[in-house]
């Protein structure tokens, strides 16, 4: 359905009045780490495994700024960095901002943590690529057999809430605790008592190893995608080549039903073109939209159908598996001079003596032509501002036809009316103020000639990336403290899942582990075992 590949990571470009070039926007994460050499990162390990890794020219750096706003601009306080690596500087900022008692704190718990056979390194120990849907990842696994058995009783720390293993570990001092409820909810959109222990153990060891760095694409992420996008159409010896469609949007699952269990055998294009499944489809959408396409795609609902008893179990994960909230999003193309010549791309802006998952508290921004000039017209800055998992959509779901979300393609123009123009400019203000602690002057220079400025909403977020509810993805069921995310398989014969609403969940490397554990599921044990046999010849397989 997408007119551009990439899902919520795709860029695009816009053009200021009577200019020649276009800003090159990234639509969602640019803040990547892991990326620029072989290692444990899924995301990484999908590049190497399509053979496209090294078509990437990656840009290296050592941290970003976090904007304290419990402090008023200019205070000691207010401005804190986090530097990468482990020679020592992120703890002196942590003993500038909460003092040598936080300092000593975070030391013995990433010690702990990182130690050998501890939290972080369990967390990354099964690659995803040895992982699949059924009963053969008994064979597939085999050769990491002992080192599953090495995590033991860690497997219920990584399971479980991250605060559990920061309970465990005596991590009770005030600063370190918001420090890892912001790094949680960076990575998943929930706090630190609602993130399982396992993304953040292993984003640990991505921060505080030796020699540890963030990667950017040159280019801006199209450069990734379009690397992910060649890997895909590259022809093969007894394979062949895969085909990328855009704006071919699925109007129906074909399903089948034999024995009273449900089969699907292909899609139907919304064109009417039918699409007949060799092995079978797998499905990106998140589960809430998956389920309604189902739905749409029963031709006989009676309670005999296994075709619609399969639905129904679907429908019945949906509605058990709560959602986070929505995003705002700002995109400007400004005049650079006169900024500051050591300005980081990244920054963090959030009041720390609040909840992190407080409606727009937390924004995130980005300003990529720090690393790659290129992205934006000589002279200019691309900055890219959201408010992360915190918008409620209650608030913009009135704006729509018949006052709720349908999980359709929205028909009503609701961009023209007052009231949702009215909204937008309200919302949008708290991003201006969270630019303003990092540019000050930020809404004049929005205003000089050449500049440009794109402002998106959780209706945006809904319409562009199809997300339910303009959702950044799964939250805990009620009545529990982590989510419990379903796996590649679902009710339905021949339709695999995958995305953040599947095991392992949200997050670039997350995604990228759901969709190869679903392509591992798709084929036979042994094409799985020859790529893994390659891939640790070369060095990207550990």
Sequence with gaps: AHDVPGGV?????????????????????????????????????????????????????????????????????????????????????????????????????????????????????????????????????????????????????????????????????????????????????????????????????????????????????????????????????????????????????????????????????????????????????????????????????????GIAAAVRKVRTQANEMEMTGSFMHIHLGVPADGLPDDLDCHHSVLNLEDDVTAEQNLVIVSIPTIFDPQLAPDGYHVIHAYTAASENFKDWENKLDGGRDNGKAEEKDYRRTKGYKDLKEEKTEALWLALERIIPDIRERAKQKGSIVEVGTPLTHRRYNRRFRGTYGPAPPEGKDVWELPSAKTPIEGLLACGDTCFPGIGLPGVAASGTIAANTLVDASVQLNLMDEMKKSGALQ
């Design 9 to 305: 990571a795709h860029s695009f470009e816009r053009k200021a009045p009577k200019s020649d070039k276009a800003f090159v926007f990234d639509s969602g994460p640019s803040l990547l780490s892991g990326m620029s050499q072989k290692g444990t990162n899924p995301l990484r390990q999908v590049l190497d495994a399509v053979g496209t890794a090294n078509d990437i020219d990656w840009i290296t750096y050592n941290g970003w700024m976090v904007h304290d706003t419990a402090y008023p601009a200019g205070d000691e306080k207010a401005t804190f960095r986090l530097t990468t690596g482990n020679d020592g500087t992120w703890e002196k900022a942590i003993e500038k901002k909460a003092g040598i008692p936080a300092r000593e704190a975070f030391t013995k718990f990433r010690n702990e943590m990182m130690s050998p056979n501890g939290l972080s390194e369990s967390s990354a120990l099964i690659p995803p690529l040895a992982l699949r849907s059924d009963l053969t990842a008994v064979f597939t696994m085999a050769q990491y057999f002992l080192k599953f058995l090495g995590i033991g009783l860690k497997g219920q720390l990584l399971t479980g809430p991250f605060t559990k293993s920061m309970d465990l570990y005596g991590l009770t001092d005030k600063f370190n605790r918001q420090w890892f409820d912001y790094l949680a909810f960076a990575l998943s959109g929930l706090d630190a008592a609602h993130t399982q222990a396992a993304p953040v153990s292993y984003t640990m060891i991505d921060l505080h190893k030796d020699g540890a760095v963030l990667d950017y694409p040159k280019g801006g992420m199209d450069s990734l995608i379009q690397a992910l996008v060649r890997g895909l159409e590259m022809s093969r010896p007894s394979i062949g080549s895969g085909e990328l469609r855009l704006k071919s949007r699925v109007d129906k699952f074909n399903l089948d039903e034999e024995n009273r269990k449900a089969i699907c055998t292909g899609v139907t294009l919304e064109d009417g073109t039918v699409l007949n499944a060799s092995r079978g489809v797998i499905c990106n959408a998140p589960l809430w939209n998956m389920v309604k396409l189902l739905e749409d795609s029963i031709v006989d609902a009676s309670e005999e159908s």
